[in-house]
């Protein structure tokens, strides 16, 4: 049975870090491309980071592009994103994915999210 669990979130005022954390199991992690998302009340889900699954590529949305950073530690089953000088606009429920999509049927795994909130 995989299981994605994510950690770290928390309330923090703008300008603060915090680091969330996936801790996987019950998959062949580093066959996988690891994945961020957020979902605000009211928005749709939208992709923040993505890694591949060696590591070597990083992908960011737009939005958090020099702020947050993306990291996996395929030993330990782990993926991380660090969040820094966090805005308001970055709260939401944060979602980790893990995808593989070399094979039939595609493999597509979520967490079941962790809260972030920045407050002003």
């Known amino acids: 049975q995989v299981q994605l669990v994510e950690s770290g979130g928390g309330l923090v005022q703008a300008g603060g870090s915090l680091r969330l954390s996936c801790a996987a199991s019950g998959l062949v992690f580093s066959l996988y491309i690891m994945r961020w998302y957020r979902q605000a009340p009211g928005k749709e889900r939208e992709l923040v980071a993505s890694i591949s699954a060696g590591g070597g590529n990083t992908n960011y949305a737009d939005s958090v592009k020099g702020r947050f950073t993306i990291s996996r530690d395929n030993a330990n089953k782990a993926v991380y994103l660090q969040m820094n000088s966090l805005k308001p606009e970055d709260t939401a429920g944060y979602y980790c994915?893990?995808?593989?999509?070399?094979?039939?049927?595609?493999?597509?795994?979520w967490g079941q999210g962790t809260q972030v909130t920045v407050s002003s």
């Open positions: 994915n893990a995808l593989r999509r070399d094979i039939v049927p595609i493999r597509d795994y």
